[in-house]
């Protein structure tokens, strides 16, 4: 297993934190194969500011305080109302369960100026890896049009190719909320993983996994108790019974190689910014697949259709041996 730095995967997290975006923080804290460069925040699941302290507070439990977080957008590009998840990941983005203290602050810079300052110093090393809607990687883009060619490339959770959306009958949650930034983002030039619904609806937590969790060391007890909520509202809304989507920690799987793609193809992919029924949709041109995908012209996303097996046990068995919480988690 590589541990050593020079052959860890660097990877900048930009997140809305709320409860699967904390098992991505754990598993970039906690896996010896990633670096962990920083996490800017972002609304989404729940405002700026709280996840910024949501952010603040895993990392300290991690014994990872020394990891920079830059504070993001509070709005999308178009300075529109903002709709937070706190149904789906409670009111404190911790499923209701959360840490009472506030550990931490975060840096000076915003997040976009931290991607770019950071990406500026270490070019064509690190993978962006952005969980939570894309407005501060589109600003990040617009402070600096040349980021394409900084970074070693960028993981994005969102979009579905072939499933269904989770908004709306097409769009995921993290397009949605910034059609206009994504829109921006799938359009740069550079090399992009769009870790859609399409495989996250499909890598799941069951009780078993949760079981073990309790049972284990502090850290993953906490990991438990907080997604009791969001496994309530993933049976509900999506499965009839207890199962838990881990969409952020998949794409962080992805970009440092801890699960693969069984089918991914490379094609072109645009994102509905119209105001009708398919606004927020990634639409994937998939018209190839019934010819192992031809290559495309000008084609730059990958897209994940189908993972290989095991990454939720893997997850499990990396939380429940990651010991007690280096803060009071209670
Ligand atoms: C995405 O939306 C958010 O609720 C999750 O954290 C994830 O990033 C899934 O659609
Ligand atoms: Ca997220």
Redesign the pocket.
């Known amino acids: 297993m590589p541990t050593d730095k020079g052959s860890r995967t660097a990877i900048l997290l930009d997140?809305?934190t709320?409860?699967?975006?904390t098992m991505a923080i754990m598993l970039a804290c906690l896996s010896p194969e990633i670096e962990l460069v920083g996490v800017g925040t972002i609304w989404?699941?729940v405002d700026r500011d709280l996840a910024t302290q949501n952010t603040l507070n895993i990392l300290a439990m991690c014994g990872r305080s020394d990891v920079p977080v830059a504070a993001g957008a509070t709005t999308p590009l178009n300075g529109a109302d903002v709709d937070y998840?706190y149904f789906?990941?409670g009111k404190d983005g911790q499923g209701n369960r959360g840490m009472k203290g506030k550990y931490g602050k975060s840096i000076e810079m915003s997040a976009a100026e931290f991607i770019v300052d950071s990406c500026r110093k270490r070019p064509g090393e690190i993978e962006l890896v952005p969980?939570?809607p894309l407005t501060n990687i589109a600003l990040a883009l617009q402070l600096e049009p040349t980021l394409p060619k900084l970074v070693r490339g960028i993981t994005i959770?969102?979009g579905a190719a072939l499933a269904p959306g989770?908004?709306s009958p097409v769009a995921?949650?993290?397009i949605w909320?910034d059609a206009e930034a994504a829109s921006e983002v799938f359009l740069a030039q550079w090399p992009i993983t769009m870790v859609g619904?399409d495989v996250?609806m499909r890598t799941l937590l069951t009780e078993e996994h949760f079981d073990r969790m309790r049972n284990g060391g502090g850290i993953s007890k906490y990991m438990a108790q907080i997604a009791e909520f969001y496994t309530t509202f993933n049976q509900e809304r999506s499965f009839g019974r207890r199962l838990s989507?881990m969409?952020?920690a998949v794409?962080v799987g992805l970009a440092a190689n801890l699960v693969r793609a069984k089918v991914a193809p490379v094609v072109n992919v645009e994102v509905d910014t119209t105001d009708g029924p398919g606004r927020g949709q990634t639409i994937c041109d998939l018209r190839g697949i019934y010819m192992n995908f031809p290559s495309q012209e000008n084609a730059h996303c990958r897209v994940p259709l189908e993972l290989e097996d095991g990454f939720p046990d893997f997850f499990t068995d990396l939380i429940v041996a990651a010991g007690e919480p280096a803060v009071n988690v209670e």
């Open positions: 997140c809305d709320g409860v699967d975006d989404g699941n998840g789906v990941h969980v939570g959770m969102g989770n908004v995921e949650a993290n909320h619904l996250t989507t969409h952020d794409a």
